[in-house]
T-cell receptor, first 117, second 115 residues
Framework: AQSVTQLGSHVSVSEGALVLLRCNYS??????LFWYVQYPNQGLQLLLK??????LVKGINGFEAEFKKSETSFHLTKPSAHMSDAAEYFC???????????????FGTGTQLKVEL | DTEVTQTPKHLVMGMTNKKSLKCEQH?????MYWYKQKAKKPPELMFVYSYEKLSINESVPSRFSPECPNSSLLNLHLHALQPEDSALYLC??????????????FGAGTRLSVL
């Protein structure tokens, strides 16, 4: 079974400060890992993905994440927070595909990011 | 283009009503998904369709009935819902197979209120 744990349901940073959102995974096979962002009253937008290529993954809006197998982590970072980054962030792990196609995503509980002036 | 379109954006229905949610994608994806999301919670998988066949039903009550008329369209038929079914319903799609097959793209959702 696969799972992800997001430490900190709420994170607050000042505008311009470093953003660090934590995600640890558990998987019996090499994982596929994702970060999604959800703005209020919207769907989920893919920020970035790790699918066993480079361990440092760059995404949209200046976010990046580093896959660390030894720590079973996939933390999300951004050097300088902007007010528009305030949203809910979900880390997710995928299986390697279902028989017949498709895949199952297992989400973490989410981290609400607040950006203050 | 990674757009998944869901209609309607908002829906209010009574417990005796029948309504349908619609999801459409034109990315050539062969897998489509329905999720339910309650406030302040992650999405919960309801159904997976792959190549227009239902491959996963996560023990969803029969008052929710999915349908996949073709590879671009996914419907969720609703009947005799309960107030606790009020939630954001999200549709997603993915290629289904191949190197990028695990990447799911989400629509904006339908906000459902059951009175």
């Amino acid at each position: 079974a696969q799972s992800v744990t997001q430490l900190g349901s709420h994170v607050s940073v000042s505008e311009g400060a470093l953003v660090l959102l934590r995600c640890n995974y558990s998987s019996s096979v090499p994982p596929y890992l994702f970060w999604y962002v959800q703005y209020p009253n919207q769907g989920l937008q893919l920020l970035l993905k790790y699918t066993s290529a480079a361990t440092l993954v760059k995404g949209i809006n200046g976010f990046e994440a580093e896959f660390k197998k030894s720590e079973t982590s996939f933390h999300l970072t951004k050097p300088s927070a902007h007010m528009s980054d305030a949203a809910e962030y979900f880390c997710a792990v995928s299986d390697h595909g279902l028989t017949g196609g498709g895949n199952k995503l297992t989400f973490g509980t989410g981290t609400q990011l607040k950006v203050e002036l | 283009d990674t757009e998944v379109t869901q209609t309607p954006k908002h829906l209010v229905m009574g417990m005796t009503n029948k309504k349908s949610l619609k999801c459409e994608q034109h990315m050539g994806h062969r897998a489509m998904y329905w999720y339910k999301q309650k406030a302040k919670k992650p999405p919960e998988l309801m159904f997976v369709y792959s190549y227009e066949k239902l491959s996963i039903n996560e023990s969803v009550p029969s008052r929710f009935s999915p349908e996949c008329p073709n590879s671009s369209l996914l419907n969720l038929h609703l009947h005799a819902l309960q107030p606790e079914d009020s939630a954001l319903y999200l549709c997603a799609s993915s290629q289904g197979q191949g190197p990028s097959g695990n990447i799911q793209y989400f629509g904006a959702g339908t906000r459902l209120s059951v009175l």
